[in-house]
Structure formats: C-alpha cells, structure tokens
C-alpha cells in the first residue's frame, strides 16, 4: 500500500526500470522509426516519446508539490538513441527530488485539475503519472508477441510497427537501478 512519498517512489523506481529496459532492448532502427499514420500522439517516433515521458514526470510532480500543471522543465535532448537513457535518468532524478521528502498528508491532500473544476487527492496524481507512463511505453511495442529466442536473431521490422524489442534477460528481483542514490 502506498502511505507514505517514499512507498511511491519505490514503485515509481521498479517502473522507471522497466521503462529503462524496454528503451535498452530496443535495436538501431527505433531511433528514426515513426509510424506511417497518425496524428498526435498517435504519429509520435519513438524520440518524441522518450521526451514526453521525460517531461511528464516532472509535469505531475509540479501539480503534486503545489506548483501547479506545469510542462516548464527543460528535458534532456531525445534526439539521438544514445540521448534517451539519460534523459529518462535525468528525469527520474528530477522526479524522485519533488516528491521525496514531502509530507505524507499530502497524499491525500486535494489538488485542482487544469481541465475541470474537479480535484483529485494527490497519491491519485502521482498514480496518474506511472498510468501515462506505462501508456506511453506502450506505444514502444504495441503488438505484444513473442520475441525471438537468443539463438534465432530478430527480423528487421516491416509495415507501421515499431521496432522490436531485442531479448534480454529479466531483471531479477531487487536488481539494482541504474539510477543514482535518491535522497
């Protein structure tokens, strides 16, 4: 259960791990792949999508902290494949600084939404952010199948799917973050 900011940044760092390894297994081709329809989010290479992530952590933790719905963080470069690892490190970081060490009373706090008069209590804001997250990553591979075995090596992508994740091994329970020690 998650009672307390730092119960959440503990889910929050296994679900950047997965966004780490899903971005990691990704071939060559990803950085320039875009789909060959779509508007929006929808027509978004692979690059805009790391971005988004990116920004979108820091975009919540701002509604959460009280600052208000804010996209004023200037996120690492995505450009270049080799740029979105450490940008989803850099923002990781960023995140885990806004929320650790906030008061617990703040989960339940009441926070007003940009878009209606609504408001919503604010462990909901901080599980709308790992929701768009997963969304997000979702749009990496979204025709889960299986994946080719270490020993048959895998086709290059065809059509509008994205490329591929390459097969790794899983992580294993309590692995290590590449993510540097969070205060």
């Known amino acids: 259960m998650i009672n307390e900011p730092e119960a959440f940044l503990n889910y929050f760092r296994s679900i950047h791990r997965r966004t780490l390894r899903d971005i990691e297994a990704l071939p060559a081709p990803a950085e320039s792949w875009e789909p ?4 929006g989010e929808k027509g978004w290479g692979i690059s805009q999508i790391v971005y988004h992530i990116c920004e979108s952590r ?15 963080w200037p996120a690492p470069s995505t450009e270049k494949q080799s740029d979105w690892v450490p940008a989803l ?21 009441r926070i007003k939404m940009i878009d209606t008069d609504g408001t919503l209590s604010g462990w909901r804001i901080l599980m709308m952010l790992l929701e768009h997250e997963v ?12 994946h080719p075995s270490p020993a048959t090596p895998a086709k290059p992508p065809t059509g509008s799917n ?10 294993s329970r309590g692995a290590a973050s590449t993510s540097p020690p969070h205060p």
């Not at 820091?58 to 004023?72: P, Q």
């Open 36 to 39: 060959s329809r779509g508007e």
């Open 89 to 109: 490190e850099a923002s990781a970081v960023e995140f885990q600084k806004q929320i650790a060490g906030t008061p617990k009373e703040w989960l339940d706090r």
């Open 162 to 171: 994205p490329p591929r994740r390459q097969t790794r091994p899983p992580l």
């Open 58 to 72: 820091i975009y919540f933790a701002s509604a959460y902290t009280g600052k208000g719905w804010r996209y004023d």
């Open 135 to 146: 969304h997000h990553r979702s749009q990496i591979d979204p025709h889960p199948a299986p």
